[in-house]
């Protein structure tokens, strides 16, 4: 509570002609609102002769909501003791950048390397293990206006270089920066490994595509692409051997997250994340040693909205129903037709669970034609008729 009650004096006190200074910065970075001329003039004010202008920027990529205050203390501190009075900082909570806008005699880089050994390194110890820096060194006060945009693009290249450097134009500009080409072999392989449900393969597949990353500095963009294709071409393959499963990755929106990933430990986990589901998947692809029954539930997973049949699918494998029906029963320890009924009632499920749809339609989506069979079949599956398991879930 004292620490709360001392950073909102802070605050009072950092007013700009009855204008919080968290209010100016923001506005005039993303150049909108009705007072931006009077902002421009407010911090012009400020600005001496032989005075260095700074954008630092924070992305704060930890949920950082009830920590904002935490973060704005270790700042406070650190301008304190680079005796540094002339700073603006807003919070733009929907890019989750936190900006600040320094006008000081410190040297270049000798404030990076105050922002490198005391504000990020404070972060680490703290828990903002994801948070990253930024910074642009403004030759004149009207360069803010353009800022921002650099601001997003320097925000990138952690995947490049680590969280743990502050990120600045002229780093990169050192720097020979390769091209990352795709790598088709590492593709195949880990498409093979999904064909053929090889786990171990699957992990040490991905981690050579990580260590490839890893290899060179590429450009941010190219890496991010690299990876959605990686995904995507992983998530293709599960939809031909695990259709739940790709469903799944769909709803989540795994590829979107690859996409938004902003520093190099965020894409590795999520890349690990997707080949860690892809192994642990607990349905009967991994039950289940027979490729031919492996792909006959891939073919119910498919068709399962349509007439199929055991007998229509044991003649498109070349073998007899007999035989199909032992070996399924043999390896799922129940009938094909129990398998069928049971898929059905669980996509039926979901349909009711969204209250979209009337019955009708519903069992005409999982493969029912006559709509009063369909109610009877799930009553014995679940205990309940279509309508009051809609009402109670």
């Given at each position: ?17 009855g ?34 202008i ?13 920590k ?32 600040i ?89 880990v ?62 929106g ?35 040693n ?42 799922l ?18 349909l ?42």
């Amino acid at each position: 509570m004292k620490k709360k009650l001392n950073l909102s004096k802070e605050k009072d006190a950092l007013l700009e002609e009855g204008i919080l200074k968290e209010e100016i910065l923001g506005q005039v970075l993303l150049n909108k609102g009705q007072n931006l001329e009077h902002f421009y003039k407010i911090i012009e004010s400020k600005v001496k002769q032989n005075e260095n202008i700074y954008v630092v920027n924070l992305h704060l990529r930890d949920k950082y909501e009830n920590k904002v205050e935490l973060i704005i203390k270790e700042i406070y501190e650190a301008m304190k003791n680079y005796n540094i009075v002339n700073f603006y900082y807003s919070i733009l909570k929907e890019y989750s950048y936190l900006p600040i806008l320094v006008i000081t005699k410190t040297p270049y880089l000798e404030f990076i390397k105050m922002l490198k050994h005391k504000i990020l390194f404070s972060l680490r110890q703290k828990g903002f293990l994801n948070t990253t820096i930024s910074i642009i060194n403004l030759d004149e006060l009207s360069e803010i206006k353009s800022s921002f945009k650099k601001l997003q693009g320097l925000s990138r290249w952690p995947i490049s270089f680590g969280n743990n450097e502050v990120i600045y134009e002229e780093l990169i500009s050192k720097l020979k920066i390769n091209h990352c080409n795709y790598p088709r072999e590492i593709e195949k392989e880990v498409v093979r490994g999904i064909k053929n449900n090889d786990q171990k393969k699957l992990a040490d597949i991905n981690k050579r595509f990580i260590s490839y990353l890893k290899e060179n500095i590429y450009d941010p963009c190219e890496i991010i692409d690299v990876s959605s294709k990686y995904i995507f071409s992983i998530l293709t393959a599960s939809k031909s051997y695990n259709s739940n499963l790709y469903t799944e990755f769909n709803n989540e929106g795994v590829l979107d997250s690859i996409k938004n990933s902003f520093t190099f430990d965020e894409l590795k986990e999520r890349l690990n994340y997707v080949i860690r589901k892809m192994c642990e998947r607990n349905d009967e692809g991994t039950k289940v040693n027979s490729l031919i029954v492996r792909k006959a539930i891939n073919y119910i997973k498919e068709y399962y909205s349509d007439k199929i049949s055991l007998e229509e699918i044991a003649s498109g494998m070349n073998i007899t129903p007999e035989y199909l029906s032992r070996l399924f029963t043999k390896e799922l320890g129940k009938s094909f037709s129990d398998y069928l009924k049971e898929f059905r009632i669980h996509k039926a499920k979901e349909l009711l669970g969204s209250n979209k749809l009337k019955i009708y339609e519903i069992a005409e989506k999982v493969g029912y034609s006559d709509s009063k069979y369909f109610c009877k079949v799930f009553k014995e599956s679940t205990g309940m008729s279509p309508k009051e398991y809609m009402k109670f879930y």
